[in-house]
């Protein structure tokens, strides 16, 4: 199994970023997957979520509105588009993969947002 996440990076406030998490070694299309993040000193948390076909997901208060998940199954991608950054949303973000009972990290992105 591996999730490999790209497009972190420095932003300044009030901009966007697009992260996308590759996936392969298990059945995407049936997995469900979700974006998490850690800040220093704090839990990991969960950002967004997203059902197997796509038809479901899930966001924490503090990103609703700003931030958007989807996937592509025949890309067996999943994407989290943030827009109207804020310095808080300063993280590694993690693409998580749950299949079969199981669950499944990538390595992690860094998003830093500052001017």
């Known amino acids: 199994v591996q999730l490999v996440e790209s497009g972190g990076g420095l932003v300044q406030p009030g901009g966007s970023l697009r992260l996308s998490c590759a996936a392969s070694g298990f059945t995407f299309s049936s997995s469900l997957m979700s974006w998490n993040r850690q800040a220093p000193g704090k839990e990991r948390e969960l950002v967004a979520a997203?059902?197997?076909?796509?038809?479901?997901?899930n966001y924490a208060d503090s990103v609703k509105g700003r931030f958007t998940i989807s996937r592509d199954n025949g890309k067996n991608t999943v994407y989290l588009q943030m827009n109207s950054l804020k310095p808080e949303d300063t993280a590694v973000y993690y693409c998580?993969?749950?299949?079969?009972?199981?669950?499944?990290w990538g390595q992690g992105t860094q998003v830093t947002v500052s001017s």
């Open positions: 997203i059902t197997s076909a796509g038809s479901i997901t």
């Open positions: 998580r993969a749950r299949s079969n009972g199981a669950n499944y």
